[in-house]
């Protein structure tokens, strides 16, 4: 892929979006949150020298991408299935899965770790890289990795896809922080750059171009920088667009038109186990 001319890439685009969604229609699983990365997941691995530069995917639950474009094409469609591919990156799966994830928030400290202890080997050269969404970021180990990464000159990337949305909308003073950073409206300090990052962005993520550009400008820059991704979830498919809590993770859907499917045609699925058994807690409560 790294020897593909930048042109082509805009194909590449559209046709991993719809490898993605064409799986994930008839397989079930997580679609939005791959949907919206899928311009910087290939920027990353166009600009980086990956594996031996590392991605660490926070949750990793928006890695399928990730997952094609380094030799798992031809499996992808085992993902989450007995005996098949992880719905997450496992370090046993791919040398390009550096960190077993699946729970939130561990990708910076994760990634610092991994910084810290390459130069203490003496290597200066690798790059590390976390990912990880507006919602998670404003966790308390994500803070901590922050936090401590800012006291060093760890060769660390954050990138943050802000799509303003987890599951359901993002909450909180860390979320109104960001909303106004991407209005313009922001005059104080920029809370990243007073914790020593070298913050670039807001930057639109569903521009290829600028994104390898900024990834590349970042490239040569040393220690800890923060790069600020505005992204879609769902980016792609208008029903996931437009219904994003329901879209995060889903079963079988139409790969055409969004609608979700049950085996007797175009009607809603009965509620899934985690919803009976929430409403029975609170009925019970
Ligand atoms: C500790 C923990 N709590 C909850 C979850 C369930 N979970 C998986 S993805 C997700 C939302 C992630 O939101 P964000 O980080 O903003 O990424 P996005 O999906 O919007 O790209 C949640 C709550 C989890 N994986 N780990």
Known sequence: MRQLNKDDLPLLVRELREFIINIVATKEGHLGASLGVVELTIALHYVFNTPEDLLIWDVGHQAYGHKILTGRKDIFHTNRQFGGISGFPKRNESEYDTFGVGHSSTSISAALGMAIASKLKGDFKKHYIAIIGDAF?????????????????ANLLVILNDNAIGIDPSVGALKQYLTNVKIGAQKQDNIFEALNFNYSGPIYGHDIYKVISELERLKSIKGPKFLHLITTKGKGLKQAEDNQVKYHALG???AKTGEILSKSG?????????????????ELA
């Open 137 to 153: 970021i404003a966790s308390g180990m994500a803070f901590e990795g922050l936090n401590h990464a800012g006291v060093t000159d």
């Open 266 to 282: 175009f009607i809603q699925q009965p509620p899934k186990y985690q919803d009976v058994f929430g409403y029975t807690i609170v």
């Open 252 to 254: 079988k859907f139409d």
